[in-house]
T-cell receptor, first 114, second 115 residues
Framework: AQSVAQPEDQVNVAEGNPLTVKCTYS??????LFWYVQYPNRGLQFLLK??????LVKGSYGFEAEFNKSQTSFHLKKPSALVSDSALYFC????????????FGAGTRLFVKA | DSGVTQTPKHLITATGQRVTLRCSPR?????VYWYQQSLDQGLQFLIQ???????AKGNILERFSAQQFPDLHSELNLSSLELGDSALYFC??????????????FGPGTRLTVL
C-alpha cells in the first residue's frame, strides 16, 4: 500500500536552533513530494514541493527539504527556528503511477520555545 | 489568504440530517478537491473535480456526494449524518487537472459538528 509516515507526533526545539521534521514514504514509481503547514484554525498552506531535479528544495519562510531516494525520505529543515514556526506540518506524496490522489502523513506538531 | 473560500465556517447539526458545504476555488483554478480532517483519521482525500467532471475519488462514503458547477464552485453534500462525520472539511483548488506536479491551495475549512 502506498503511504507516508511522519514518525514523530511532536517535535520540540528552542528558538534559534535548527529544526528537522521527518517524513518517509512508500510508493510505487517515482514520488512527487510536498510539505504543507497548518496554523490553528486555518487551512493548509503550501511550503514546498519536490518534482524532479535538485534533491534540495527551498520553499517558503526559510524552509527547505531534502529528497533522499535511497532512504525514501523527504525531511523538512530550517536552519534557525522561530516561535512563529510553531504549527502542524504535513508531508504529502502523489505517486507518478497514474491517478491523482494525494496521500498525506498524519502530521507533526512543531513547538518552538522562546 | 489562499484565495479559496469556504462557507459556512461552522455547522452544527443533528444525526440523520443533511448538509451542504460550499467551496469557491481561486480565480482561474479548474480543479477542486475535498478533504476530511479528523483526529482519528487524519487528513483524508475525498474527491476531486476538474472543470465540472469527477477526476479522482478517494475515501468518500456513499452518503457523501459532490459536484462542481459551471462557474467552478463546488458543493459537498453530506447526508444521513452520523456522529463520526464530525470533522473539519477542507476544499482545495489547483490550476490544472491535478497532475502530480499541481500545487493545491487550501481553504480555511468548514467545521462540522454532528450532535
Amino acid at each position: 500500500a502506498q503511504s507516508v509516515a511522519q514518525p514523530e507526533d511532536q517535535v520540540n526545539v528552542a528558538e534559534g536552533n535548527p529544526l528537522t521534521v521527518k517524513c518517509t514514504y512508500s510508493v510505487s514509481g517515482n514520488p512527487y513530494l510536498f510539505w504543507y503547514v497548518q496554523y490553528p484554525n486555518r487551512g493548509l498552506q503550501f511550503l514546498l514541493k519536490y518534482i524532479t531535479g535538485d534533491n534540495l528544495v527551498k520553499g517558503s519562510y526559510g524552509f527547505e527539504a531534502e529528497f533522499n531516494k535511497s532512504q525514501t525520505s523527504f525531511h523538512l529543515k530550517k536552519p534557525s527556528a522561530l516561535v512563529s514556526d510553531s504549527a502542524l506540518y504535513f508531508c504529502a506524496v502523489i505517486p507518478d503511477t497514474g491517478g491523482f490522489k494525494t496521500i498525506f502523513g498524519a502530521g507533526t506538531r512543531l513547538f518552538v520555545k522562546a | 489568504d489562499s484565495g479559496v473560500t469556504q462557507t459556512p465556517k461552522h455547522l452544527i447539526t443533528a444525526t440523520g440530517q443533511r448538509v451542504t458545504l460550499r467551496c469557491s476555488p481561486r480565480s482561474g483554478d479548474l480543479s477542486v478537491y475535498w478533504y476530511q480532517q479528523s483526529l482519528d483519521q487524519g487528513l483524508q482525500f475525498l474527491i476531486q473535480y476538474y472543470n465540472g467532471e469527477e477526476r479522482a475519488k478517494g475515501n468518500i462514503l456513499e452518503r457523501f456526494s459532490a459536484q462542481q458547477f459551471p462557474d467552478l464552485h463546488s458543493e459537498l453534500n453530506l447526508s444521513s449524518l452520523e456522529l463520526g462525520d464530525s470533522a473539519l472539511y477542507f476544499c482545495a483548488s489547483s490550476s490544472s487537472g491535478g497532475g502530480s506536479t499541481d500545487t493545491q491551495y487550501f481553504g480555511p475549512g468548514t467545521r462540522l459538528t454532528v450532535l
